[in-house]
């Protein structure tokens, strides 16, 4: 693998083994998302199909060396948002400039753009990253975003956004 570095490759052969769950060295492609989130890159879920993902489980099973050229091809693909591509997204609904954000106009932002969201998955992301709405509907959008991309990352207090 002449793309990755040694380093590289101890990271992803890392990362890969936390999700052979059986110990068989093999991981379900329909886990391919989870160790590229594990390794700090954030594929669409049109990506993740691209580099070989399925939809369902049991289908498709890679071993590490099927997943070295999928990793590397993820750290040239650039089409990832980060935190502050996600941010810039936001500030076009800061109609003050003030940092905040109809709680509303969010919501509906990620139920209707991008890869769209089911009601379930936004209610789950409203009470697990939104803050409480002022009295006007408010909210700020930054600390909702910085708590969505450490979710994102598994949770971890202090977590610095991930960037592809």
């Known amino acids: ?15 890969f083994s936390i999700y052979d769950f059986d110990g068989s060295g093999k991981v379900d492609a329909f886990n391919l998302g989870d160790v590229l989130r594990a390794l700090n890159f954030n594929p669409t879920l049109a990506t993740i199909e691209k580099l ?11 071993t590490v060396e099927e997943f070295l050229p999928i990793y590397a091809a993820a750290k040239k693909d ?10 810039e997204c936001l500030k076009l609904y800061d109609k003050n400039e003030n940092g905040m954000m109809l709680a509303a ?5 990620l139920l209707a753009l991008g890869e769209k969201l089911e009601d379930k998955e936004v209610d789950e992301v409203v009470k697990d990253c939104m803050d409480q709405e002022d009295d006007d509907g408010m909210i700020q959008y930054a ?4 708590k969505m991309c450490e979710k994102a ?3 971890e207090e202090g977590a610095a956004p991930a960037e592809g």
Do not use: I, W
């Not at 693998?1 to 990362?15: E, G, H, I, Q, T």
């Open 1 to 15: 693998m002449s793309d990755l570095s040694k380093n590289d490759v101890d990271r992803a052969s890392f990362a």
């Open 52 to 62: 070989g993902g399925t939809k369902k489980k049991g289908e498709k099973l890679l």
């Open 78 to 87: 650039k089409d990832q948002g980060g935190y502050e591509d996600f941010l």
């Open 105 to 109: 106009e969010l919501t509906h932002t």
């Open 143 to 146: 600390p909702f975003l910085q």
């Open 153 to 155: 990352l598994g949770g």
